[in-house]
Structures are given as structure tokens and as C-alpha cells.
């Protein structure tokens, strides 16, 4: 089959199909590498305060437990919120699976697929 056709045919339609926004990702991630080193760390630091801020909207292991949050003072520094995360050990994964998973995930759960 032709790399051309999976890439900008069959590829666009199974990923919209499962409701995952990898192509918009990805042009997301082109235009990124000509950005500016201090742009770049700002869209982590952004990217890092609204994940955490969506895992203690919707994840009860987060919503239970100390995370930071990234609406607070420190937070605009992306490793004070690194600091305040709890720790999670494979252990505490085993033990509080269900606390951990997003129910409401785009395309839904699927075991044994990896998010990356």
C-alpha cells in the first residue's frame, strides 16, 4: 500500500474515528521546532499547569491527594509543580488502578495500549 495514501488518508480517518487528535498534534508539534527556546518553555509550563489542573478535575487519585495546583502563586514555575506532585509507585497503581483512570477519555479506555 502507498506511505502517501496511510499517511493522508487512512491514517487521518482511523485516528478521527477513535476520537484522538494525533494529526492535530502533530502539526501542533511541527510548527513548534521553530520556536524560540523561551517560547518553548512557556508552552510547557502551560501545558504542565492544565494538566494538572484537568487531573484534579477528573481524576479521583488526584482529586484525594496533595497535587498542586496550577492556578497557585508557585505555579508559574513548572518545577514547583513538579516538586508538589505525589509520588506513584507501581504499588499505589496496582492498589488504586480504578482512582487513576479518566472514564471520559476521547476514543475511551483500552487495556494494555500505552499513551505513549
Known sequence: MSPTLVRHLIRPIHERLR???????????????????DEVRETQARKLRDL??????????YQETRAPRGDSADAADSLALLRGAPTLSKRDIRLRLPDLLWSRAPGGLHPYCTGG
Open 19 to 37: 476520537r484522538r487528535p494525533t494529526f492535530t498534534l502533530l502539526r501542533e508539534l511541527e510548527r513548534g521546532q521553530w520556536t524560540s527556546p
Open 52 to 61: 494538572w489542573e484537568h487531573a484534579r478535575r477528573n481524576v479521583r487519585y
